[in-house]
């Protein structure tokens, strides 16, 4: 055991956090919700449900299906728009001493424009995740991150818009994952969040419909888990930028499968819903494991896997 | 205050065929929750059935710092809940969402309509607007199910002393009916306003809140939908509810805003 | 509720089956193991373990890791080689009363010709399953599977080779199956297999090394079904020739969920291992909602999920 | 003939602080099952953990058509199999794999070597070769944990009438010390062929068979690894087996050519 409490807090290219867990977009709302459960501090950052420009109604009910170890979804992005979210949803981020990203997603080049250059310059706000992966028929719109020429467009028109560091967030949905993170990495990422949810579907045979209103969803929990470490393995040998890895994140022990695979640090998701807790708990068990291992700091363990 | 914690079972007793009631140990929720408000459940450690499944209070003892919820067992997770042991624990997160607003006029006739295991909020509602040796509080229940054991609190609701009337589909016990048959004879015989509180299947509810849009009377109705979350991020329970915009609605949270909603404020789908 | 017994035969381009359930390759070893727990007959076919031309020794342990409801798996194809697989396996395979799916693998193109022209004419052989789908690292070749020109290639030049229906196997991992799909049946295939294993690999955080000796493997099991029954869907739209849908198929339901996507029969896989009665359970399964349902034959259900 | 049955549990103790002895009826398990077979158990129906667990078959007793499995809980599948209820249902699938041969010589002194939760299998055994109130059969066995309370079986041995040794680390039992002590004293006294055959740790495994090959003594060794099907189909529980091909060696499935395999023949990984 080490004797000195070990280093938690890692660095991102630009991005420095407090410790390297934070809560996926979509799976924690804007905060709020969270704060009677614990000091939203104690979080390396929050991603905050994806923000557009104009306000979202979202898809029709039903939204979600819960599958074996986890849930397909198809929310279709309801939120407030970007004007709301500045004016009704950050100042009660700002409160707290944890980095705030904020997520946008757009189906139209034009629109992350938009959205990068009206964020730009808003207090408050740690970073960019650009969705670029929200599975097709889930955001209505083509799905950028599916094509690496796209991808390298949409993440160079926003780098061009902000001076904030901007994370690209890639989709599982393809053949070659190493093919789309270096795209993402031409066109200015500083930061790779891998991965977003895998477009699956569930059918009711009573009704012979499908379970959701939308067809079809991103399945997401403990499920996806094996194909989001392997990607985030092989996206950490193909690019230098740092990776936020996520996909099934549920335990302390999951979550150091990341780090070991070459994340940098990591997220927890639909675990959340299940297990309030999760993220704490996993900034615990990290901590315990960094010590066990007479570890001082994360940086120490990322991509150490032996191979 | 909304609480994840792991509780300890202190009693757990079928009611009927598949009717269970589970009293766990939770002071802090015994103390804070409210009539309408629920606790999302986990199934178990090992996440299978995966997510958590909204279930609502029924009897809060603040003294004894426990509480009970009543499932009906139809489902994979219900079902398996029967296999839950006195002594271990149960893991809740909880009291969540918003709760029925007593109309606040003295002179009101609180009627509460419940249907199967709608029941629960209502008895606890029902329960907090009773005044015990007192007279002066006007508090009537339709408690309607498909036969009598199907009925939840027969006991519990007639130890209220208020004017409970219970309809079965088979007549087994009360009248045989269905609660908007009893419904209708209250509201013509009712002198002054009168408030309606609903929970139970769907199709019930949609009867009872017909019935009092037609008559312009005010009613609270209890929502189900699938609660992944519970907890106001996911947005997989929104429902329809009427606004100035556009479109004439917006999605709320059934989980958040809800799951209690004003009856002419809601669109059925 | 049908007064006569539904129709199970189902009939698959020159493919016909008694019914409409088989057991996934590599799931079922080649049938004797299975012989005490029910009569072979029972099946609609039994889709045998990967054939290579040589034997193969398969992978260093460990091969095999538990999943949240799945498994991963890096066997290495681990096999007799064509020769043996003839002389020792199928006298045993032809005392049944149910149709013999070969499933074929190579790394070079070659050996795909040598097996498909070694194996037609071989007497109780009904069609060939071309696995152009294993995971890269778990069979060491290139994987076809995942390029719509290779894939079109291995299909035509084995289609000239046999007079056997031709069974086009496809990967998951790609960006767009009904890319894939469209390319096998130019080739020739007669049927296609949906879906491989999606590639995954999980970490020994103590040991901080791969839990697999080969590092990476094959995801299987309850928790891919959705993302299964998506492709399924997505090809029964792109192509006409018939589907066997696979991918986490476990209980009756999931089955029939295949069926409504459109694919024409189903195969039980990783379900095998822990529910040795999956498949026979199954044909019960679709013969009593086929009667519920008031069809007299499969094909009426096939692809009937409202849209 | 290899069976996938819900069978219904009939006893379950703690034998020690973390060893449980689950007893189910299951007569055909119990006519048909040889020592060093197994059953490949199910978590439960929700398949979480997902795959079955092998257990060996430790005491059956035909008359009454049951037999027991010992487990040592230790991770996420047996801690929760001490949740089973008397009454309950278990899914196995088996008697699967191959047994442990007898040495036909009459003269040979048969020796079992256990270690741990290794022991169910010897006992099974110990039992087939023990001949009650005759004299004339030579069968011994040495039984090794790191604690008294971690030895399998000791009662149920001694019935057996047999030369029975235990061995545990801190000496809370028998002789302070390893069972690889036990064996060499034994080797040494022994006059006339002997027979070993263990089932433990692969640590221990490894000391004995290293001991038998060195004195060229036949040595069945019935090895662990993980089964993911138990059935013979997966190829995810191969062992390294000598043979004449040109590596020298093959992939056998320790589920269906084993568990049980000459001590000889393995290649140590
Ligand atoms: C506010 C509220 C209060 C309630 N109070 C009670 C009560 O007091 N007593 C009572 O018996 N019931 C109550 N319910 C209903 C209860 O929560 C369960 O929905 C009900 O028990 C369903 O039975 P089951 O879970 O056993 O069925 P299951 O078969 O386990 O679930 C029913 C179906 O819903 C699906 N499903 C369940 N949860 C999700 C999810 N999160 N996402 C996607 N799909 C999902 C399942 O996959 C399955 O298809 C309440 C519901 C709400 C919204
Ligand atoms: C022939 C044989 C007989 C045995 N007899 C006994 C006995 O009599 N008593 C006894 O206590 N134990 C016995 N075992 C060991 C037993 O089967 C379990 O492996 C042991 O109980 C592990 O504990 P657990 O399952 O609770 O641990 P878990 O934590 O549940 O599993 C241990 C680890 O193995 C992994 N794992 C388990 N199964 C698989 C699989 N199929 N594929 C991939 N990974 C897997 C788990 O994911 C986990 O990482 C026997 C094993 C064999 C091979
Ligand atoms: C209900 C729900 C909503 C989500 N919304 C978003 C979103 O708005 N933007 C986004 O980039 N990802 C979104 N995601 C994807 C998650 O951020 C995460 O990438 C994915 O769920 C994988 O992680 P997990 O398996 O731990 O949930 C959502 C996921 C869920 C389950
Ligand atoms: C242990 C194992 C071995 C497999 N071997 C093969 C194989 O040899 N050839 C092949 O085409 N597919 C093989 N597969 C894939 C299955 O046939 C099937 O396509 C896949 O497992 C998805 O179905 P499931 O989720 O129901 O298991 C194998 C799968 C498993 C789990
Ligand atoms: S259940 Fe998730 S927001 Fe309501
Ligand atoms: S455990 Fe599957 S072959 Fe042995």
Known sequence: MAVTKPDLSVTLGPLKLKNPVMTASGTFGFGQEWAE????GALGAIMVKAVTVKPRLGNPMPRMVETPAGTLNSIGLQNPGVEAFIAEKMPYLRQFDTAVIVNIAADRMDDYNTLAERLDGVPGIAALEVNISCPNQECGGLEFGRDPALTRQVIESIRTRTKLPVIAKLSPNVTDITVLAPAAADGGADILSLINTFVGTAIDIKKRTFKLANRTGGLSGPCIKP????MVWRVAQAVDIPIIGMGGVSTPSDAIEFLLAGASAIATGTINFVNPHAATEIVAGIEEYLAAQGASSVAEIVGTVSR | MRYQLEVPIVAHEQLADYEYEITVHAPQVAREAMPGQFLQVLYDQTYNPFTRRPFSVYRVDPEKGTFSIVYLARGVFTLGLRNKQVGQNLSIVGPLGNWFQPDPNPDATHVMVAGGVGAPPLYFLAQRLSCGDRTDCRVGVINGARSKELLVGIEEFDELRIDVQYTTDDGSHGLRGIV??????????????????????????????????????????????????GLGVCMGCVVKIKD????????????????????DEIIWE
């Open chain 1, 37 to 40: 459960f614990f000091d939203l």
């Open chain 2, 180 to 229: 908007t048959d009893a419904l209708l004879k209250l509201l013509d015989s009712a002198d002054g306003p009168v408030h309606v509180y609903t929970c139970g299947p769907t199709a019930m509810m949609r009867a009872v809140v017909a019935i009092c849009v037609h008559r312009g009377i005010p009613c609270q109705v209890s929502l189900e939908t699938l609660m992944p979350c």
């Open chain 1, 227 to 230: 194909l989001a470490l392997y």
């Open chain 2, 244 to 263: 100035e915009s556009a479109t004439g609605y917006q999605y709320l949270r059934s989980c958040y805003e809800g799951p209690v909603f004003r009856a």
